[in-house]
């Protein structure tokens, strides 16, 4: 079993939400996926299969400001990025704003 400080310390994901807490930033993926659902931006280059098992991390984050957060029209993970010819190990993540 992988232990979750490998890849991002308890140091590093305390400091990431109280950046998100203190700037009153909205993290617009987790504003519209639940958090029982797992959310990827990011597969390892190691597995020869990265769709089985499906074990990756979310790397990629839009927060948007207070003022910004009704103007999200639409938000996306662009996960089947990751399946292209020569990838990255990163998917694009997208917002549109209506401003």
Known sequence: MRRP?????AGDRDALAAALAA???HDVARERIPLSEK???WWSYRA???TVGDRGRRL???WVSRALKDAVSDFR???DARGWERP???VPVTVT???
């Open 77 to 79: 993970i662009l996960r």
């Open 23 to 25: 700037g009153e930033w």
């Open 5 to 9: 400080e490998i890849l991002a310390p």
């Open 97 to 99: 704003l209506e401003v």
């Open 48 to 50: 020869a299969d990265w």
């Open 39 to 41: 959310v990827y931006t």
């Open 88 to 90: 990255s190990d990163h």
């Open 60 to 62: 990629d984050h839009i």
